[in-house]
């Protein structure tokens, strides 16, 4: 049997307008009143009952959301079938539904994993999201790595989304004339310079992408590569060409960034004159907007101002697909202007490698954890980036010091973890994806043992009443399945935002949420705790569940007697109920 708790809303409420009912006197139905909100819940033993218990009372006309019965949504699935990846469905099987892995992994493509066995690999191995960066490649190079997670996706059955990440303007290096990398000693004297160099180019010679890099930089200044990862001190200057010194050696990877640090500080005025994006950027970004990628990450983003002109400009060209903006966190001045930056994106990345050679590496962790909360806190995803794993790229085991940076991050609940070099061109890219999954399962399972459920106090993100509905709805939803240790969570959700905010009170259990398109089970796949399902459904909650609970038994993710807690966005209820 089935209980339900039906949302009955004033005049106002988004989806319809309810005429009054009595008030119902019996002892099995008793009424919850909400605190600061105008709503009440109504338990019933099921949704059906409470319909027919109210059925003298017709509904408005006019309307497709009519209660239970409802009217069949427009289908882009089949009408019988449900979409999930197949190891998913393995794990699922094998383990049940509390051992899901809920934080998700990035994975860079790089020469290390761009071929269609080496994707699928990594899909296996528990890849969510396919990173493309920009720095590196061509567009060409680029456009073949999308049509082959597309095409991994279509024959397999999975739903790995596609990140683009820009270039930014900010002062890099070049591409080091075609070489994957070069090793620095102590002691060597390498020349920077923005002159154009010829095949082959002067040993221990660097490209600088600023011309006016020679004229800002001054002798005794230290120059940080990749935010830290080598180091060098300023010698000479010789008209274009700056010679410098090796004072922490290193690997050098082509278009890394560099900054430069005076007497203890960061160089950041010329800089500041650099715009957020740059010309090529807007090239990459058209380029991403043709390809239909899933999101698209702007490097050293200074102001929200930013992100909302791309935002315009992204559904101006877009023609209705939805592209989200990812904001990276590199800068000082990301941190000055971090909420407004956050409100205005559609999620953020915690880029620690750049972010580190910006501000000093003792307060680096604090900046993390204060931008994971605050997006969570504003209801947008979070990435934690850079140097998770640094030392696969050349070893096959992590450190104890990278496991123990890994589990902060876990433990932190930040949605997504990232691989950068390790998996783009590192030697052990799939062993390095198997540490962070295993290390995510393991202390997403440690919390769940000791039952540290969190006292964060969530702020209301939504401005219409709608919204705050719906927000009640889901914290209520994720409390319940906490205190009642329900197996899972359902959504059902056309847009993803009700999924979202599910995932927002991380509660124990998973949560599998519904979608009726490719695009948004997509773009679910970057949230925490969220396994995204593509599957037809109709505004008739009763029929959804049983059509779900059937689909899922008959392929063994499920079993009678399971736990779930339903919530909708179509239909403002929570159900209870066990799988029959």
């Given at each position: 049997?089935?209980?339900?708790?039906?949302?009955?809303?004033?005049?106002?409420?988004?989806?319809?307008?309810?005429?009054?009912?009595?008030?119902?006197?019996?002892?099995?139905?008793?009424?919850?009143?909400?605190?600061?909100?105008?709503?009440?819940?109504?338990?019933?033993?099921?949704?059906?009952?409470?319909?027919?218990?109210?059925?003298?009372?017709?509904?408005?006309?006019?309307?497709?959301?009519?209660?239970?019965?409802?009217?069949?949504?427009?289908?882009?699935?089949?009408?019988?079938?449900?979409?999930?990846?197949?190891?998913?469905?393995?794990?699922?099987k094998e383990n049940g539904f509390r051992s899901t892995r809920r934080t998700k992994l990035i994975c860079t493509i790089g020469p290390a994993t761009c071929g269609f066995e080496q994707l699928e690999a990594l899909a296996v191995g528990g890849m969510n999201v396919?990173?493309?960066?920009?720095?590196?490649?061509?567009?060409?190079?680029?456009?073949?790595?999308?049509?082959?997670?597309?095409?991994?996706?279509?024959?397999?059955?999975?739903?790995?989304?596609?990140?683009?990440?820009?270039?930014?303007?900010?002062?890099?290096?070049?591409?080091?004339?075609?070489?994957?990398?070069?090793?620095?000693?102590?002691?060597?004297?390498?020349?920077?310079?923005?002159?154009?160099?010829?095949?082959?180019?002067?040993?221990?010679?660097?490209?600088?992408?600023?011309?006016?890099?020679?004229?800002?930089?001054?002798?005794?200044?230290?120059?940080?590569?990749?935010?830290?990862?080598?180091?060098?001190?300023?010698?000479?200057?010789?008209?274009?060409?700056?010679?410098?010194?090796?004072?922490?050696?290193?690997?050098?990877?082509?278009?890394?960034?560099?900054?430069?640090?005076?007497?203890?500080?960061?160089?950041?005025?010329?800089?500041?004159?650099?715009?957020?994006?740059?010309?090529?950027?807007?090239?990459?970004?058209?380029?991403?907007?043709?390809?239909?990628?899933?999101?698209?990450?702007?490097?050293?983003?200074?102001?929200?101002?930013?992100?909302?002109?791309?935002?315009?400009?992204?559904?101006?060209?877009?023609?209705?697909?939805?592209?989200?903006?990812?904001?990276?966190?590199?800068?000082?001045?990301?941190?000055?202007?971090?909420?407004?930056?956050?409100?205005?994106?559609?999620?953020?990345?915690?880029?620690?490698?750049?972010?580190?050679?910006?501000?000093?590496?003792?307060?680096?962790?604090?900046?993390?954890?204060?931008?994971?909360?605050?997006?969570?806190?504003?209801?947008?995803?979070?990435?934690?980036?850079?140097?998770?794993?640094?030392?696969?790229?050349?070893?096959?085991?992590?450190?104890?010091?990278?496991?123990?940076?890994?589990?902060?991050?876990?433990?932190?609940?930040?949605?997504?973890?990232?691989?950068?070099?390790?998996?783009?061109?590192?030697?052990?890219?799939?062993?390095?994806?198997?540490?962070?999954?295993?290390?995510?399962?393991?202390?997403?399972?440690?919390?769940?043992?000791?039952?540290?459920?969190?006292?964060?106090?969530?702020?209301?993100v939504g401005t219409l009443f709608a919204d705050s509905i719906s927000e009640e709805i889901c914290n209520s939803a994720a409390k319940m399945a906490n205190n009642l240790e329900a197996d899972a969570l359902f959504v059902y959700t056309k847009t993803g935002h009700m999924a979202s905010l599910l995932s927002r009170c991380r509660p124990d259990c998973p949560i599998f949420a519904f979608t009726t398109t490719t695009s948004v089970r997509r773009h679910l796949n970057l949230q925490w705790g969220l396994i995204p399902?593509?599957?037809?459904?109709?505004?008739?909650?009763?029929?959804?569940?049983?059509?779900?609970?059937?689909?899922?038994?008959?392929?063994?993710?499920?079993?009678?007697?399971?736990?779930?807690?339903?919530?909708?966005?179509?239909?403002?209820?929570?159900?209870?109920?066990?799988?029959?």
């Amino acid at each position: 049997m089935s209980q339900s708790l039906q949302f009955i809303t004033p005049s106002r409420a988004p989806y319809f307008t309810l005429p009054k009912f009595p008030r119902i006197s019996c002892t099995r139905f008793p009424v919850i009143n909400l605190p600061n909100t105008k709503c009440s819940i109504i338990i019933t033993p099921s949704l059906s009952s409470f319909l027919h218990a109210t059925s003298s009372r017709s509904l408005p006309s006019g309307n497709a959301q009519t209660g239970a019965a409802g009217v069949v949504s427009a289908l882009s699935v089949g009408a019988t079938g449900i979409e999930v990846d197949a190891v998913t469905e393995a794990e699922l099987k094998e383990n049940g539904f509390r051992s899901t892995r809920r934080t998700k992994l990035i994975c860079t493509i790089g020469p290390a994993t761009c071929g269609f066995e080496q994707l699928e690999a990594l899909a296996v191995g528990g890849m969510n999201v396919a990173r493309i960066n920009m720095c590196h490649g061509s567009r060409e190079w680029h456009q073949t790595m999308i049509e082959r997670v597309r095409r991994l996706n279509d024959e397999k059955g999975f739903a790995v989304a596609i990140m683009m990440d820009t270039e930014g303007s900010e002062i890099h290096m070049g591409d080091l004339g075609g070489a994957a990398s070069a090793k620095t000693e102590d002691g060597e004297i390498w020349t920077f310079s923005v002159r154009a160099f010829g095949t082959p180019r002067p040993e221990r010679t660097i490209n600088v992408n600023y011309d006016g890099f020679a004229e800002d930089v001054k002798v005794g200044d230290e120059l940080l590569v990749d935010g830290g990862m080598v180091r060098f001190e300023v010698t000479e200057k010789i008209g274009p060409d700056v010679k410098c010194r090796c004072t922490d050696p290193g690997l050098l990877l082509p278009q890394a960034n560099l900054t430069l640090w005076r007497n203890g500080s960061l160089v950041s005025e010329r800089n500041a004159m650099l715009p957020t994006i740059s010309s090529k950027d807007w090239l990459d970004i058209d380029f991403g907007i043709a390809e239909g990628v899933d999101f698209i990450a702007i490097s050293f983003v200074k102001s929200a101002e930013v992100i909302n002109h791309l935002k315009s400009y992204i559904a101006a060209r877009a023609c209705g697909s939805e592209i989200a903006v990812i904001a990276k966190m590199e800068s000082v001045d990301s941190l000055k202007n971090l909420e407004e930056i956050i409100q205005a994106s559609d999620g953020a990345m915690v880029a620690r490698g750049d972010l580190g050679a910006q501000i000093p590496l003792e307060q680096v962790p604090s900046a993390q954890q204060k931008i994971v909360q605050l997006c969570r806190q504003l209801n947008k995803p979070v990435i934690v980036a850079s140097q998770l794993l640094e030392s696969m790229i050349e070893y096959p085991t992590a450190t104890r010091a990278e496991v123990a940076d890994v589990s902060e991050a876990v433990r932190q609940r930040a949605d997504a973890l990232m691989l950068s070099g390790e998996s783009a061109m590192g030697q052990y890219p799939e062993k390095a994806l198997a540490v962070l999954r295993s290390v995510s399962v393991r202390i997403e399972k440690w919390w769940r043992e000791e039952k540290c459920h969190e006292a964060m106090e969530l702020l209301d993100v939504g401005t219409l009443f709608a919204d705050s509905i719906s927000e009640e709805i889901c914290n209520s939803a994720a409390k319940m399945a906490n205190n009642l240790e329900a197996d899972a969570l359902f959504v059902y959700t056309k847009t993803g935002h009700m999924a979202s905010l599910l995932s927002r009170c991380r509660p124990d259990c998973p949560i599998f949420a519904f979608t009726t398109t490719t695009s948004v089970r997509r773009h679910l796949n970057l949230q925490w705790g969220l396994i995204p399902f593509r599957l037809s459904f109709s505004d008739d909650m009763d029929a959804n569940l049983n059509k779900t609970f059937s689909l899922l038994k008959a392929r063994g993710m499920i079993k009678s007697g399971d736990l779930v807690i339903a919530v909708s966005d179509m239909l403002q209820s929570i159900q209870v109920m066990n799988v029959p």
